[in-house]
T-cell receptor, first 118, second 113 residues
Framework: GAVVSQHPSRVICKSGTSVKIECRSLDFQATTMFWYRQFPKQSLMLMATSNEGSKATYEQGVEKDKFLINHASLTLSTLTVTSAHPEDSSFYIC??????????????FGPGTRLTVT | AQSVSQHNHHVILSEAASLELGCNYSYGGTVNLFWYVQYPGQHLQLLLKYFSGDPLVKGIKGFEAEFIKSKFSFNLRKPSVQWSDTAEYFCAVSGSGTYKYIFGTGTRLKVLA
């Protein structure tokens, strides 16, 4: 149980275009999803917290107009990188939290999406 | 400032050696503590977690961790590592009442067969 999927797993796009990454909780409902960015050989940096039906909360230094997050349902959140540039190339990981119960504070992670902007 | 420190960035061990990975945190108030593992090419998986109660927690694959409140530490241990334990290990902290994690920088473990 508690499986999180991401699509696509890899994407290459040209500079100036936009890319959408999907994050789905497959067998549970998640009121909260998180989006992280992982640089090579570094830790996960939280970009934003996404709550179903409300606006995402962005961490300091993250451009909300560049990284658009939509959490349309309890099982789907999307991250759109708008007008992508080479410096946006990174590994993007989402996670989801189970609603209620003792596992409320536990996050389940997706496999990540490797974005390369050329 | 809230932070998590993992002192060992790279660790190389031979099979059957004992493992201890350090994790110290700076966080005001009650905390929830986690260790995640990321095998090559795979997503993060939860090894173990501490919310409350017995400060010695046991996780999957023979791992355990001890929460020492006075030292703000949550070190990960395994008595005898295997080649398959080669992975990156992340310590994470969240405050009670908040769902956000703060991750440490990770420790890359390589186990030699």
């Amino acid at each position: 149980g508690a499986v999180v999927s991401q699509h696509p797993s890899r994407v290459i796009c040209k500079s100036g275009t936009s890319v959408k990454i999907e994050c789905r909780s497959l067998d549970f409902q998640a009121t909260t999803m998180f989006w992280y960015r992982q640089f090579p050989k570094q830790s996960l940096m939280l970009m934003a917290t996404s709550n179903e039906g409300s606006k995402a909360t962005y961490e300091q230094g993250v451009e909300k107009d560049k990284f658009l997050i939509n959490h349309a349902s309890l099982t789907l959140s999307t991250l759109t990188v708008t007008s992508a540039h080479p410096e946006d190339s990174s590994f993007y990981i989402c996670s989801a939290q189970v609603v209620g119960g003792r596992t409320t504070y536990e996050q389940y992670f997706g496999p990540g999406t490797r974005l390369t902007v050329t | 400032a809230q932070s998590v420190s993992q002192h060992n960035h790279h660790v190389i061990l031979s099979e059957a050696a004992s493992l201890e990975l350090g994790c110290n945190y700076s966080y005001g108030g009650t905390v929830n503590l986690f260790w995640y593992v990321q095998y090559p090419g795979q997503h993060l998986q939860l090894l173990l977690k501490y919310f409350s109660g017995d400060p010695l927690v046991k996780g999957i694959k023979g791992f355990e961790a001890e929460f020492i409140k006075s030292k703000f530490s949550f070190n990960l241990r395994k008595p005898s590592v295997q080649w398959s334990d080669t992975a990156e290990y992340f310590c994470a902290v969240s405050g009670s009442g908040t769902y956000k994690y703060i991750f440490g920088t990770g420790t890359r473990l390589k186990v030699l067969a």
